[in-house]
């Protein structure tokens, strides 16, 4: 029997009308000779009481005290209302399906709470289910530890779910329901021209995530890829588009050097002076204090003289108090983005950054820093110049007006 994994997002499920749209297209799949299994998020909507930051604003005065075991319970509970919640949409429709939490579904994560890693899935239940023509109906972001302790997967862990299952079930794919009609070159609310990418290999969406993309959570791009599990990214709303098609590495010519720009607001940039007489030991000293903290920095530059870096601006002031208890002398840019062109066709081809440089000079805009890798290049400008920064690049390499 041949498998799809479908996971639908939070606002595919949220209202009656939505659902029923989602029921449709589970239907169309079963029709296509395809066997589905669901995955859902929790419900968002405005004033959504029942979505994971609603949940966890109720807990907002336990903040200060462990309790991180108590708020995965509590945040796991928006998946548990929403997967019911479809499962009875399907069986209204004449179609037998059955809601799982996590912990029914036999998803076995380690005991990192907030942000569980799955260790294994124990899929006798699933099979089971599949195995009478039932549909499953599992509620993403979920799972259990060895001791039955219910943990969740992070930010996105949703797409986690998915991807897992579907490497745990055989399926053939896995297909992710939007509101988006695919994986576009830009972010369309910034650059009205971008164009829906009707494929994508896995380096290419990779990079997007981890540079900006929201569309995919980065950690289920990466174990697909490693999994050579393809995924496919569809509209739940415009039921006609093709959507976009995520696989291995295409061995096919590419016709432009960038295929998307991605992009990182509301970053700073922090300017560490080093002392001439400053060595390693500093530098890790830095590094360790800040990571102990649970500060991410990107964009990390080290000079004889000077490291730079940057940090989200939510995390500004624990970094500056931690550099000043180590005594360090830096700088701060507050309010910039990260600007990323990426592209499989940028490898060995001269003269890509120039024309990035070349196209932010006619803009007048200017570059506090700069990157590149072999399919992506990066820029740091102020935060007023990214809607700025993201057309121009858009234009010239990819097309379209800014």
Do not use: W
């Not at 419900?43 to 991180?68: G, H, M, N, W």
């Not at 509590?74 to 499962?87: K, N, Y």
């Not at 972001?141 to 079930?169: E, P, Y």
């Amino acid at each position: 029997m041949k498998l799809v994994v479908q996971k639908f997002g939070g606002t595919s499920v949220a209202q009656p009308l939505f659902r029923e749209k989602v029921v449709h297209m589970i239907i169309k799949t079963k029709e296509r000779g395809f066997f589905p299994v669901v995955v859902v998020s929790a419900l968002r909507y405005d004033k959504c009481p029942y979505s994971t930051d609603a949940l966890l604003k109720l807990a907002e005065d336990f903040s200060d005290t462990d309790c991180r075991g108590e708020l995965d319970l509590l945040s796991s509970c928006g998946e548990t209302i929403a997967c019911p919640l479809v499962s009875m949409h399907l069986m209204k429709s004449g179609h037998s399906a059955k809601s799982f939490t996590g912990f029914q579904a036999g998803i076995i994560t380690d005991e990192q709470f907030g942000h569980a890693s799955i260790k294994r899935i124990e899929t006798d239940m699933l099979k089971s289910c599949i195995d009478k023509g039932v549909i499953p109906v599992v509620a993403g972001f979920q799972g259990v530890t060895q001791d039955g302790n219910i943990t969740t997967l992070g930010r996105g862990g949703s797409d986690i779910t998915a991807v897992a299952l579907g490497h745990a079930l055989g399926a053939e794919r896995v297909e992710f329901y939007k509101e988006v009609d695919g994986i576009m070159t830009s972010d369309p609310y910034v650059v009205p021209s971008a164009l829906k990418l009707d494929e994508i290999d896995f380096d290419e969406i990779g990079e997007m995530t981890c540079c900006g993309s929201k569309v995919l959570e980065s950690s289920s791009v990466e174990m697909a890829r490693r999994l050579n599990l393809p995924l496919v990214v569809k509209n739940t709303f415009n039921p006609e588009s093709s959507g976009t098609f995520i696989g291995k590495k295409r061995d096919v010519y590419f016709t432009r050097p960038v295929t998307s720009i991605a992009h990182i607001s509301n970053v700073a940039q922090i300017h560490i002076d080093l002392p001439i007489e400053a060595n390693g030991g500093k530098i890790e000293e830095i590094f360790n204090c800040l990571s102990h903290n649970g500060i991410s920095l990107d964009f990390i530059a080290l000079n004889p003289n000077d490291l730079l870096f940057i940090v989200d601006m939510k995390q500004l002031d624990e970094t500056s108090c931690t550099l000043k208890e180590l005594g360090c002398s830096f700088k701060v840019v507050p309010n910039c983005s990260k600007i990323s062109a990426v592209g499989a066709g940028m490898r060995g081809m001269p003269g890509v950054m120039n024309r990035a440089f070349s196209v932010l000079r006619k803009e007048g805009i200017r570059v506090l820093c700069s990157t590149d890798s072999h399919i992506t290049i990066a820029f740091l400008v102020q935060g007023q110049d990214e809607k700025k920064t993201i057309n121009a690049l858009h234009k010239e390499f990819i097309g379209g007006e800014a």
